[in-house]
């Protein structure tokens, strides 16, 4: 775990004051930088120590074959992984031939900044050589927001002994470096690639360098390129060297005391399956030559305005837990960084931050990340899911080689195909087709975006819910029922009528039917005819819900209460996660939960529950769920919210927002758990925030619970920006911006229709809305976690 003495909490920031090489893979991870395109792990400036170098360009992978013991019809044949680039981060110092290394000399000051406003790491620091020679050491990096395939270093070294001094500055472009070897076996870090990239051009010109390489099996070629720009005094000496692998530009220069070197480095990368290396390449050296244009003052100035315009659709400010505070704004800094450039490539599940799970995209993106988008950032959803829109061709042959129709999304990929060899929580979770469906379905809500529809969500939409018709049947009884299928929690598996995936795929139906209604010429298109139409209807219709009478609960799935209950006493701390130290078999007959699996359906689908329904489902619930994903406390504190546990909801809200600012799984090292971050975002503005999306406008149930005095959020909206105040008394509502509309006539002034707890209104631009908040009841029973498994007391006094 990550203590406040690595990273004190501050509003804007992260800022590390010391060097603990114990946790130099957490810190890769956390100052990592990205765009969706580029991402770059947080190395020191010299490559070493390092937990993985990491260079990712969004969408590029290696390809191996998966092996089984046993192989059966269906199984995946290939797997994909995210691979490591050419790094271009290294920069390397040397002091009167000594070089600057943490571990030799003395470090006498240290400091890292990650800055959320301006999107830029600094690093400052004073170093001793063994020689008795000091020097002062500040460099600044940036990955652009502005220009897709540019990040940008300045390297800053200046005497700070009081006497001349010879440096010898060694900016590299290095592939195939050779991973760090890795101590555990965790299923959830990477697989082992290496020396993937071969050689296919290097050239050099004065002080750039570009090479390029194609991935060994997966076909995909990538151009990287430097050059550089120098600054001193002195007329320095400089060399630019090139082999298949290793371009590096050295430049030697005497220092006065006062006057510094300084070394701006410019970085480009572009990638394809299809371009030729020599295009590539002349495409990294226009992208080079337009950062030069623009240089390193210019590339800081349109960072800090995407910025800008990125925390005004955005910011979330919240008084009265600052640890907090800054927890969710490292979130939402992580999620423009996954998505502002990715544009039709995957956003994986730890963004480009690592490569963890191999860099694989889950359903994760679809049900957690794009959500928070939709309501600040809806362009970028249409972009991922015109990614998933691309993939449909794979879908369609995993739904044919499953003997089923339509479209079955893979569990994980980066490229469209499924890579999960472990069918049970891999193709059997279908799920994800529903996660798809419904961010296409919030996606259209929130912008009325018809040409998207016609486009591409109308067949992302129709696909699935062939799938859905085929996947399940019509029993005796006419309800419509789902078998064999796994759903969000992984702690179980091949069950029938899982609550959460048969209320998602009736949400799927039902909008796939509207869709085609919509748009005739899409359902002439793909074939679609009434009767098939109205057979989604149908279904959705007869959707079974298994309900336990006697309990009072809703079943996980159908046969889930029937199972004996997880000996939660006897359990150590230790074992978990229960998935490292339990066999699967012993999980899927017992009553543990992974991951909230009902008490998500009680949120993406609390339009089919009651009230007192959600109360007894989530007592029952907090029972069993361990919580041994990321995913499942951002979901937590928004139930606990809708159901009065405001305390609970404040705990579980810390605990997803500051899963990697604090390390409180264990395995940032591998990146960051981007939809974990986005949980926290959706547990302040579907929990505190109340907010709910299951009709035709945003509906706001909003409570605070006792410690939190002020909560302010944005919500983006068909052009209008909806901000929303929230204090223990009254909500206020005000549409404080509204962006141009240039089909919009003159005159026509948009409103906007909006709940406060059942209460509907229409807003207007200029104008605001004061509503009352009822105090929260005071005599419900607190819900019991299993033993060990409560999350830390935040608003109680147990910080």
Not at 125 to 141: D, K, M, N, P, Y
Request: negative net charge.
């Amino acid at each position: 775990m990550i203590g406040h003495d690595v990273f004190p909490v501050e509003p804007w920031g992260v800022r590390e004051k010391r060097l603990d090489l114990d946790l130099i893979a957490e810190t890769e991870s956390v100052f990592a930088l990205a765009n969706g395109h580029l991402g770059l792990r947080g190395n020191l400036d010299e490559g070493e120590p390092r937990g993985a170098s990491g260079t990712y360009l969004g969408g590029v992978y290696e390809s191996y074959p998966l092996e089984y013991g046993e192989i059966g019809y269906g199984f995946p044949e290939d797997g994909q992984a995210v691979v490591d680039v050419t790094d271009g981060k290294i920069i390397r110092l040397l002091v009167d031939d000594e070089p600057l290394d943490v571990h030799r000399g003395r470090l006498d000051e240290h400091e890292r900044h990650l800055d959320f406003r301006t999107g830029v790491l600094e690093r400052s620091l004073r170093w001793t050589s063994e020689a008795g020679r000091s020097v002062r050491v500040r460099s600044r990096r940036l990955v652009s927001f502005e220009q897709r395939s540019v990040a940008v270093i300045r390297y800053e070294v200046e005497a700070d002994d009081g006497q001349p001094v010879r440096v010898a500055v060694q900016s590299n472009l290095l592939a195939n470096q050779t991973p760090q070897e890795r101590a555990n076996v965790d299923p959830r870090s990477a697989s082992e690639l290496s020396n993937v990239l071969e050689a296919r051009l290097a050239t050099r010109h004065d002080h750039r360098v570009v090479l390029a390489h194609t991935t060994r099996r997966s076909g995909i070629s990538i151009a990287s390129g430097m050059d550089h720009e120098i600054e001193v005094d002195d007329h320095p000496k400089s060399l630019t060297q090139v082999d298949d692998d290793l371009g590096r530009v050295t430049v030697s220069a005497l220092l006065e005391p006062g006057k510094p070197l300084v070394l701006t480095k410019y970085l480009s990368y572009h990638w394809s399956s299809q371009q030729s290396v020599e295009w590539l390449r002349d495409q990294v050296d226009a992208s080079l030559e337009s950062a030069l244009a623009q240089g390193f003052d210019g590339l800081l100035e349109t960072q800090r305005a995407s910025l800008d315009a990125w925390w005004k659709v955005a910011d979330i400010e919240l008084e009265g837990d600052p640890e907090v505070q800054q927890g969710l704004r490292f979130a939402l800094f992580q999620m423009l960084q996954s998505a502002a450039r990715a544009e039709t490539q995957p956003i994986p599940g730890k963004g480009l931050t690592g490569s963890g799970y191999d860099g694989h995209a889950f359903w994760d993106t679809e049900a957690f990340v794009l959500p928070v988008l939709t309501y600040a950032r809806p362009d970028l959803v249409r972009h991922a899911l015109r990614w998933r829109h691309d993939t449909l061709p794979q879908a369609r042959d995993r739904a044919e080689q499953l003997g089923l129709a339509g479209a079955a999304f893979p569990w994980r990929t980066i490229h469209g195909e499924e890579c999960s060899g472990y069918w049970p929580a891999g193709t059997a979770a279908f799920h994800v087709n529903a996660a798809i469906a419904d961010a296409v379905r919030r996606y259209l809500l929130a912008t009325d975006d018809r040409d998207f529809e016609r486009e591409h969500g109308a067949e992302l939409l129709l696909e699935t819910a062939r799938l859905w018709l085929s996947l399940g049947h019509h029993a005796h009884d006419g309800s419509f029922r789902i078998d064999g299928v796994t759903g969000p929690d992984e702690y179980s598996a091949l069950v029938d009528d899982n609550v959460y995936t048969n209320l998602m795929a009736q949400t799927n139906l039902l909008a796939a039917a509207d869709a085609i209604e919509r748009h005739v010429g899409v359902a002439r298109q793909f074939g679609v005819h009434d009767d098939e139409v109205a057979a989604w209807r149908t279904a959705a219709h007869a959707m079974h819900v298994p309900y336990n009478e006697r309990l009072g609960v809703h079943p996980q799935d159908q046969d889930f209460l029937q199972h004996a209950r997880w000996d939660f006493e006897g359990t150590e701390a230790e074992e978990y996660p229960l998935l490292l130290s339990h066999p699967y078999f012993a999980l899927y007959r017992t009553q543990v939960v992974k991951q909230a699996d009902l008490v998500l359906a009680l949120f993406k689908r609390g339009d089919a529950f009651t009230f007192e329904q959600k109360q007894r489902d989530f007592e029952y619930y907090e029972g069993l769920t361990v919580r041994d994903s990321s995913l499942s406390a951002g979901v937590q504190s928004v139930i606990a919210a809708e159901v009065g546990h405001l305390e609970l909801a404040h705990d579980y809200l810390a605990e997803a927002a500051l899963t990697d600012l604090r390390d409180l799984r264990g395995d940032s090292a591998n990146g960051l758990h981007i939809a974990s971050l986005a949980g926290a975002i959706t547990a302040i503005t579907s929990g505190f925030g109340g907010l709910r999306d299951h009709g035709d406008h945003l509906e706001f149930s909003p409570r605070l619970p006792e410690r939190l005095p002020r909560l302010k959020f944005p919500i983006v909206w068909r052009g209008l920006r909806l901000c929303v105040e929230i204090t223990p008394e009254e909500a206020c509502y005000r549409i404080d911006e509204l962006e141009q509309d240039d089909e919009r006539l003159s005159g026509d002034v948009p409103t906007m229709t909006v709940s406060h707890w059942g209460d509907v209104f229409e807003l207007r631009p200029g104008h605001e809305e004061r509503r009352r908040i009822e105090p929260a009841p005071t005599d419900l029973r607190e819900p019991l976690q299993p033993e060990g498994r409560a999350p830390k007391r935040r608003g109680r006094g147990e910080d």
